[in-house]
């Protein structure tokens, strides 16, 4: 069966700090890969999404993410993180049929000042 | 347009009640979803449905139930009313192409007394 886990329940970084929060997946083939942000009290936003090609993709709010078809990890980093990316991430994977859709415990975080 | 709307935003049941959960989006989606998510815990499947006329169970179906008689609504069930039905229920809905990022209400905050 697939599963989504992040490794990291709650990570704390400076503002202004890098940010890597891990992702790895368990399936068969390549699946599509998601990290939605969640803020307090708010439903999920898509942050970025792989499906194809370039293993380094873009998303919203200068946030990126890197596959790993090796290592089955989707890592999303930020190079310089502010304070309202205080938020709860989520990753994600679609086998590809639109109904087998995976969501990794999610990690939280907090950036201090 | 609204995207995907829930109503109630809160709910406080008391054992054995009923409730039903609405649901809508004015995207014309084919694909909605419905998630329960406790701490810790991510986001756990429901049920879903892959257009009108068509459900069928996720993960966690026990306690609930759903139909789908429009594109647009997709409402979700309680009959009777447990406290571990305690949590915070999103509704999601996607489109029938790839890749099928998922697009979420703001959730409803139901609480079993």
Known sequence: AQSVTQPDIHITVSEGASLELRCNYSYGATPYLFWYVQSPGQGLQLLLKYFSGDTLVQGIKGFEAEFKRSQSSFNLRKPSVHWSDAAEYFCAVDAGTGNQFYFGTGTSLTVIP | ?113
Request: aromatic share 14%.
């Open chain 2, 1 to 113: 347009n609204a995207g995907v709307t829930q109503t109630p935003k809160f709910r406080i049941l008391k054992i054995g009640q009923s409730m039903t959960l609405q649901c809508t989006q004015d995207m014309n989606h084919n694909y909605m979803y419905w998630y329960r998510q406790d701490p810790g815990m991510g986001l756990k499947l429901i049920y879903y449905s892959v257009g009108a006329g068509i459900t069928d169970k996720g993960e966690v179906p026990n306690g609930y139930n759903v139909s789908r008689s429009t594109t647009e609504d997709f409402p979700l069930r309680l009959e009777l009313a447990a406290p571990s039905q305690t949590s915070v229920y999103f509704c999601a809905s996607t489109s029938r192409w790839v890749p099928y990022e998922q697009y979420f209400g703001p959730g409803t905050r139901l609480t079993v007394t």
